[in-house]
């Protein structure tokens, strides 16, 4: 007996474990109710709300496992139930989060045992108690005194995919839910509108097809995501809205065909992907039967095909993009960067349709956002491609130009015609030539004049008449014309070097104080000529790491330039000190005029300017720009103060640090 008892007990509970869970909406929460409701196939769609309360008592309604309700796409109707508790008078109401739902009903039980029944759907505007936007807002109706729970049966029916995101709220939850849901699809939306207006613009001024192929799509796109799929529609009217929900997939098909064409402009498949234009060919061909098929009102029929072909499609553009980076074309690295995320996002709203995936609240945001960072590599790459054109327009107008210059008595006509068109191009060469040229002309100048120096000795006819002293002060003038020459190629061939190839260093550890030593040697007999001190100030040993023929080169010059800018009977001074990060060098002479050096200008990068010294020497200028480079390249930097009429030319050489 109590065995039979406990199965009469089981079979009496089974359709209360089916039913649904009470919500409660004290609460303040904004969230999806599909693990809360339980739902039935009505597959005749004819059933009436008392038929299916004798279904719901015979235990037939299926407990709904997911967050995001999938009910595939089919002929059926379909019956969801859910009850609620609520304070009394106040407000609630029920969302359906998808905006293309063709017929949606609900019933309620009204006390004294009213039904009150409110309609709504894509095809349908809004009422009193529904208001269809890019979503449907239903209001629940208000429990009576005398019992605060309240069943709800919803029955929808669609040529549509339904995937049902239901959620319950009241108006101050709803309105923080969709702020923040909105904020969000304004982003993308105001990044599809950019892109296609932009592009626009672009195929008015290039009448380049491939900018209008993109233009199309983001249009079609735009169409498909934006006004069906997230129910923007409802913007334009009632009359667009229904339009667009009666024929959607003229969108997707107008989409898909664009960026077929526009992919074998980009990949130039007619010279690169000859024997897969097939492939472009049978995926047009098989968007053009779906927009035919869509514009006789085959809705439903292609429904179920169109997500399996616009994956078919993002696979096989993908494969042809990397075959065409296969063979050498660099842009299509950001074709296959955007099919990328278009695929993967294509392939998990595949995988979540088969159920091999959950479906979320987010899911339906997974399709725009794959396409929108597919729209903007694609973008990328028509920058890219933009780029090459403009290098190639460049390149052309350089090639002739020189013909026009080499053929100037044939083509006199057409130079007249493009003068205007190259004349910024000219005056950008001509600044870039100005500087060489003039370094060029005081080069040859300065080097001239010694060599006629050296040659007017060597053609003397009357060499034996000279006497041994006027002969020594020949020599010694021409020893004089030689270093200056050996000076002025050595810088020369510094400063050509560095033009050649970019400035590096070779470093070592040296003591700068032999260095220093050395060339204050060197430099002894030409001060003195100057009546010059010269005076070397340093602290023991002075180790540096640089590269010692640069650093030796910058000594050579920065002396070069006190000897030949300080007057006579003056002092220079070298002095050499450790620091903590390294030697500190530094180069004080006194200078007649220190205005005439304009030394604001001395170590200025292009700046080399030749100026005589007090005794009318000459140079090419190059002395200071090698030293800064130099200098550059071992770690450090020239710099130049004025102190009374001292010149002091400083910087700093790092040190060797042991490991």
């Not at 006629?452 to 003397?460: A, G, R, V």
Request: charged share 20%; net charge neutral.
């Amino acid at each position: 007996m109590r065995y039979l008892l406990v199965h009469f007990l089981f079979f009496i509970a089974l359709p209360l474990l089916a039913s649904s869970q009470v919500l409660d909406l004290q609460s303040s929460g904004y969230y999806n109710i599909g693990r809360n409701l339980s739902y039935f196939q009505d597959k005749p769609a004819k059933m009436t709300l008392q038929e299916i309360k004798v279904m719901d008592s015979a235990g037939k309604f299926r407990r709904s496992k997911n967050e995001i309700l999938d009910l595939g796409t089919s002929t059926s109707a379909f019956w969801i139930k859910f009850s609620y508790k609520n304070i009394p008078e106040r407000n609630s109401f029920l969302v359906i989060d998808v905006p293309n739902i063709e017929d949606i009903d609900l019933y309620a039980t009204l006390p004294g045992g009213r039904t009150e029944h409110l309609h709504g759907g894509s095809l349908y505007p809004s009422s009193e108690d529904v208001i269809s936007g890019k979503n449907f807002v239903f209001s629940l109706p208000d429990p009576d005194t005398g019992s605060i729970v309240q069943t709800v049966y919803l029955r929808v029916k669609s040529n549509n995919m339904m995937l049902l995101a239901l959620k319950v709220g009241t108006a101050e939850t709803l309105l923080k839910g969709f702020n923040s849901k909105t904020r969000f699809e304004l982003f993308y939306i105001g990044v599809l509108l950019t892109l296609m207006l932009f592009n626009l613009f672009l195929y008015f001024g290039l009448k380049d097809k491939m900018y209008l192929y993109y233009a199309l799509y983001v249009a079609g796109i735009f169409g498909y995501m934006i006004l069906y799929t997230r129910g923007y529609s409802y913007i334009f009217g009632n009359s667009t809205r229904i339009f667009l929900n009666l024929y959607p997939h003229l969108f997707a098909s107008l989409a898909c065909i664009s960026v077929i064409y526009f992919s074998k402009e980009f990949l130039s498949a007619k010279t690169r992907l000859k024997g897969y234009l097939w492939i472009f060919n049978t995926l047009i061909i098989g968007w053009l039967v779906i927009l035919i098929i869509g514009i006789f009102g085959g809705k439903l029929m292609i429904s179920r095909s169109v997500n399996v072909l616009f994956l078919t499609t993002g696979l096989l553009l993908w494969l042809v993009g990397f075959k065409a980076l296969l063979n050498g074309h660099r842009p299509a690295v950001y074709f296959l960067l955007a099919w990328s995320f278009i695929c993967i996002a294509l392939i998990y709203l595949f995988l979540t349709r088969l159920e091999l995936l959950p479906y979320h609240d987010w899911s339906f945001e997974v399709g725009p956002m794959g396409f929108t960072f597919e729209l903007l590599f694609l973008a990328f790459g028509l920058a890219d491609h933009y780029n090459t054109l403009r290098r190639d327009k460049i390149a052309a107008q350089k090639e002739n130009m020189e013909l026009i210059i080499s053929e100037q008595a044939r083509l006199e006509v057409v130079v007249k015609q493009r003068t205007e068109r190259y004349l910024e191009a000219v005056r950008t060469l001509e600044a870039s030539n100005a500087v060489k040229d003039r370094l060029f002309s005081i080069i040859a100048h300065d080097l001239r004049s010694p060599f006629n120096s050296l040659k007017s000795i060597f053609f003397l006819t009357d060499m034996d008449l000279l006497e041994l002293n006027e002969l020594k002060m020949l020599l010694n003038s021409s020893r004089e014309n030689i270093d200056q020459i050996y000076h002025t190629l050595d810088n020369l061939l510094y400063w050509a070097k560095s033009q050649m190839d970019s400035v590096s260093s070779d470093p070592v550890s040296f003591d700068l104080k032999e260095m220093a030593e050395g060339l204050m040697l060197v430099y002894g007999p030409l001060a003195k000529s100057k009546r010059l001190e010269l005076v070397l100030q340093a602290d023991g040993t002075c180790p540096v790491f640089a590269d010692e023929n640069q650093i030796q080169l910058v000594l050579r010059n920065l002396m070069d330039n006190a000897i030949k800018f300080t007057p006579i009977g003056q002092q220079i001074t070298l002095d050499l000190s450790n620091g903590e990060d390294g030697v500190y060098v530094t180069v004080d002479n006194v200078t007649a005029g220190v205005s005439e050096l304009q030394l604001e200008n001395l170590l200025k990068e292009n700046n080399h300017l030749s100026t005589r010294g007090t005794a009318k020497e000459s140079g090419v200028g190059l002395g200071l720009l090698l030293a800064r480079e130099y200098i550059a390249a071992n770690k450090g930097i020239l710099k130049v103060r004025v102190e009374g009429h001292h010149v002091i030319f400083y910087f700093s050489l790092p040190v060797l640090v042991e490991k």
